[in-house]
């Protein structure tokens, strides 16, 4: 070694050499002792080595290992490159020891602190271009947060997936490592090796990768955008209204089965025709965020800043919700921050530690589901996560996030006997970090991206899911409405001659409609794991199942609460949905299940274009009963009311499997009233049982009203009515 070249000791160069040294930079790159300059690099199996710099050529010393090293005669720092000889072959690059740290002093405070709402943009892997005397260098810094490893190295195709040469440096107290690689590109793979405190080496997919490559492979891709959006108009429109009081009406999605074998790019032409045509205002896609398991439908995820590989690049989404939004549709994605799976490869035991998860075991793993809990009471980990719902709303232009499994979150005791869970600090089962967290996420989404939606799937009776947190509520926009679901299947699936026996089912989600702000699912859980399809769940012979999902979809779209709708029951799919395969398409050539589909399309039309059906679902004020009570002829009948007080609309819903001729219904107001809605039409595949398109009422007083009409109810069937506009403008 040259004598003037600063001393490192033996034990610290072989770690270095090992790529298993906490501060590589110490030693690597260009040190001035203020009247020389020392270089080291590594340059494993290279003859020889030399520093270029502007001034001239440097040959350095092999000092140890691979570890090369030179002094120049001066105290500055200068620019310089590396030539390195294998044999015949020669080979000159930038050394990314030389450079600084691409995450800043704020960037770690505000990490620690957990208040990072762009840390996709600071952690993970990113492209740089440098100018420099010596030329242009372009490559990717890359940065983890690994808080409790001995080291850490960066593999991938730019090093020959050898991590010795690309140890990285840890950034204080922050947990950060951090590395710049010269040469790196877009488009190749690369992993992290973090090695415990056992001295053992595991290599993990970067957490905050924001590409993947496709399942089953478990490498992260380096990427960068170059998608232009063209959907500017949505976006600002998307910020002058409160989405909550408008019509939502939802198309729930599997990619990975809508059709088999499309990507993003060539699902959009295809969705978008069919959702327009059926007339959905949203489009929500199960969990697209890499998740090495098909069959979980992405509801076990591993790379959460990922749209999976399976369907084409990040920006092919983007593009996909760029035409969605250009289509006039908006988009909702499944989110979930509740739990992780225990791939060895991503999230679990990340550093050797329980970095994510919770490191109590009574509180860290989901019995259930065989998967571990993330941290929500550290900051970091809160931060990853906000910051990932963040990430899908800017960098997606996402309109909407459903929040998978919040119940799991809330109770400490959720799905644990005794013994399993241990209190909270005041004895309680809330998980009091998890509520923060939820109103933190919720509280800061709405803040920074107005106009959107965050939906909680929560299935119980927990107070304030859609209160303002201010108030301490949890500040989500809209809940399912579980309660509505499973009591109304539950009816649904009983013989007409029973139903009189259960009609309280079917009225008791007025108790309590407007306690939250509701949206009623019939997802892909009502589909699947053995349950049937929707038509299945109809009972009698073809024609009634068909006809009791249109009174059911009738009853849905009329009922208090916006409405989503899994794919196929659209056009009742009979048998039970399966990830692995397409949906019965050939089905909507047979003419009753083209009905279906129609009576669909219908609703949708009838629903928008009158807002007594949405505009006040959430008060007790757009809705009120005309008869609760006639469960011996299994009829409900009721009011809608718009929130301006201008427009009603009357649904008569008729769950018996027989015509009701001339059924007497009291009515708000006299005059003429236009059918606007018969599930029964035949037009869907129904027995054509109607009222001619019109009514007129009549001075009778009937269920306490001063009119009423008699009208013609088909069986399974619903009609809706409204004041004719003539009438209507006299009056």
């Not at 691979?66 to 000159?92: C, P, Q």
């Not at 940065?143 to 190295?153: E, G, K, P, T």
């Amino acid at each position: 070694m040259n004598s003037k070249a600063i001393p490192v000791s033996p034990e610290v160069l072989y770690a270095v050499s090992q790529g298993a040294y906490h501060s590589p930079h110490d030693v690597l790159g260009p040190h001035t002792d203020g009247e020389n300059l020392t270089i080291r690099v590594i340059r494993q199996l290279a003859d020889s080595v030399t520093i270029i710099t502007a001034d001239g050529e440097y040959p350095a010393t092999h000092e140890h290992n691979g570890i090369w090293v030179t002094v120049l005669e001066n105290s500055d720092i200068v620019d310089y490159r590396i030539r390195a000889t294998y044999g015949e072959d020669e080979l000159v690059t930038d050394d990314g020891y030389r450079f600084l740290p691409t995450v800043g002093d704020v960037d770690k405070y505000l990490f620690g602190e957990g208040r990072h709402e762009e840390l996709w943009k600071v952690l993970g892997a990113h492209l740089q271009d440098y100018q420099t005397e010596l030329g242009e260098v372009t490559g990717v810094s890359f940065s983890v947060w690994a808080a409790n490893a001995r080291a850490v190295r960066v593999v991938g195709d730019f090093n020959a997936w050898n991590g010795e040469i690309s140890a990285m440096r840890t950034l204080g107290t922050s947990g950060i490592w951090e590395l710049f690689v010269p040469g790196a590109k877009e488009g190749q793979k690369y992993k992290f090796e973090i090695q415990y405190q056992d001295g053992s080496w595991h290599q993990k997919a970067d957490p905050m990768a924001r590409r993947t490559e496709e399942p089953p492979s478990t490498a992260s891709v380096i990427t960068d955008s170059q998608f232009v959006w063209d959907d500017d108009e949505w976006m600002e429109k998307r910020t002058t209204k409160d989405v909550h009081s408008g019509p939502i009406s939802i198309y729930e999605v599997h990619i990975g089965s809508w059709r088999k074998g499309l990507s993003y790019r060539e699902l959009a032409a295809q969705l978008i025709g069919h959702v327009k045509y059926l007339g959905f205002t949203h489009v929500e896609f199960l969990p697209v965020a890499e998740h090495p398991f098909g069959p979980s439908w992405g509801y076990q995820v591993t790379s959460y800043y990922a749209p999976t590989a399976r369907f084409g690049t990040p920006d092919d989404f983007r593009y996909l919700v760029d035409e969605l939004h250009k289509a006039g549709i908006g988009v909702i994605v499944d989110w979930v921050p509740a739990h992780f799976p225990k791939d060895d490869w991503a999230l679990a035991r990340f550093d050797g530690t329980p970095l994510y998860e919770d490191p109590n075991p009574l509180r860290g793993e989901h019995p259930d589901w065989g998967t571990y809990v993330f941290n929500f009471g550290r900051n970091e980990v809160r931060n990853f996560l906000v910051a990932n719902a963040l990430y899908w709303l800017e960098e997606f232009h996402i309109d909407g996030i459903r929040v998978d499994a919040v119940a799991s979150m809330l109770y400490l005791d959720y799905s644990r006997e005794d013994g399993q869970w241990q209190p909270n600090i005041y004895g309680g089962r809330e998980n009091l970090e998890a509520i923060s967290f939820i109103q933190e996420v919720n509280a800061t989404a709405y803040r920074s991206h107005p106009g959107i939606m965050m939906i909680a799937e929560e299935s119980t009776s927990w107070g304030g899911v859609t209160g303002l947190t201010e108030n301490g509520g949890l500040g989500y926009g809209l809940k399912w409405n579980m309660g509505w679901m499973n009591d109304t299947l539950r009816y649904m699936q009983e013989k007409p001659i029973n139903r009189r026996w259960h009609h309280g089912e079917l009225t008791f989600s007025l108790v309590y409609a407007f306690s939250e702000h509701f949206l009623l699912p019939l997802s892909h859980d009502e589909v699947v794991h053995g349950k049937g399809s929707l038509y299945t769940k109809m009972p009698g012979d073809h024609w009634q199942k068909l006809a009791g999902l249109r009174l059911l979809f009738g009853y849905q779209w009329s009922h208090p609460g916006k409405q989503l709708l899994f794919m196929g029951q659209e056009f009742g799919q009979i048998d039970e949905w399966s990830d692995n395969r397409s949906l019965d398409w050939w089905l909507t050539d047979n003419p009753g299940h083209d009905g279906v589909m129609c009576c669909v399309k219908a609703l949708n039309e009838v629903y928008k274009a009158h807002p007594a059906l949405w505009s006040d679902d959430f008060t007790n004020s757009g809705f009120e009963w005309i008869d609760v009570s006639d469960g011996d002829n299994n009829v409900l009948s009721y009011i809608r009311k718009s929130a301006d007080g201008k427009e009603v609309v009357v649904a008569v819903c008729n769950f018996a499997g027989i015509p009701h001729n001339d059924y007497r219904v009291g009515l708000p107001s006299g005059g003429t009233w236009d059918e606007i809605f018969n599930s029964d039409a035949c037009e869907f595949g129904g027995s054509g049982v109607g009222n001619m398109g019109r009514l007129e009422a009549e001075e009778i007083t009937w269920n306490g009203r001063p009119y009423s009409v008699k009208m013609q109810l088909p069986p399974f069937g619903v009609v809706y009515f409204t004041p004719h506009k003539e009438t209507a403008s006299e009056e």
